[in-house]
């Protein structure tokens, strides 16, 4: 009697233990997946493309410019040095259409820049925005730029880039490749010490 007893609890213990590691590694298998946020994109006055990637954030944010999807281009880095090379070789004519595209410098951070493009919005009345950005950064910069924008009348739509670059997409054997893997942990770990950090 007690041995079956036994033999039961430890059933049940083994039972608990693998349905805990298959639910972590489900968990884990669809990270990548969950990072991606990519809303449709709607009118809006502007498109707010932040720095870093290798030119598909920027090429995103022409491409809705040029379907008229937004009024101007709002460029966001440490300074405007950063995107010369790409505006040169992406947009040639952009220097002569005046208005089209406008730098903000003194990015630190996604934070920073939410801090910068709010302000600006503020400062201009604009009333929608467009934040573009690759895929994998896409759901922290939904997450921070929805908080600081949250108390405004200010309409927050972030938008992929569509462009995973050297990394893998989450439909593709991204856990075998350490650079996308590293991206992948790197942006959970981040978005967990915000989740943190507001507790």
Same mark, same amino acid.
């Given at each position: 009697? *007690? ?5 039961? !609890?430890?059933?049940?213990?083994? *039972? ?5 590691? !298959? ?14 946020? $990519? ?37 966001? =880095? ?5 995107? =010369? ?27 920073? =820049?939410?801090? *910068? ?19 994998? #950064?896409?759901?922290?910069?939904? *997450? ?26 989450? =439909?593709? #054997?991204?856990?075998? $490749? ?13 978005? !967990? ?7």
């Amino acid at each position: 009697m *007690l041995r079956s007893r036994l033999l039961i !609890l430890l059933a049940g213990t083994v *039972l608990g233990i693998a349905l805990i590691v !298959l639910t972590g590694v489900w968990t884990a298998y669809r990270v990548p997946a969950w990072l991606v946020v $990519d809303q449709p994109p709607r009118k809006a006055d502007i498109a707010v493309v932040l720095g870093g990637g290798g030119g598909s954030r920027l090429k995103k944010g022409l491409a809705l410019y040029a379907a008229g999807m937004v009024d101007r281009i709002v460029l966001v =880095d440490k300074n405007k040095q950063c995107w =010369d090379a790409m505006l040169r070789r992406q947009c040639p004519a952009c220097t002569s259409e005046v208005g089209k595209i406008v730098f903000l410098s003194g990015s630190i951070n996604t934070q920073t =820049d939410a801090r *910068l493009v709010f302000e600006y919005c503020r400062e201009n009345s604009i009333t929608g925005v467009l934040v573009v950005t690759d895929p994998y #950064h896409t759901r922290r910069a939904s *997450l921070l730029f929805n908080s600081l924008f949250k108390p405004s009348n200010i309409q927050v739509t972030v938008v992929s880039s569509g462009e995973f670059g050297s990394r893998l997409s989450p =439909d593709q #054997h991204w856990w075998l $490749d350490e650079p996308t893997l590293r991206t992948v942990w790197n942006e959970l770990g981040k978005i !967990l010490f915000l989740k943190i950090k507001k507790l």
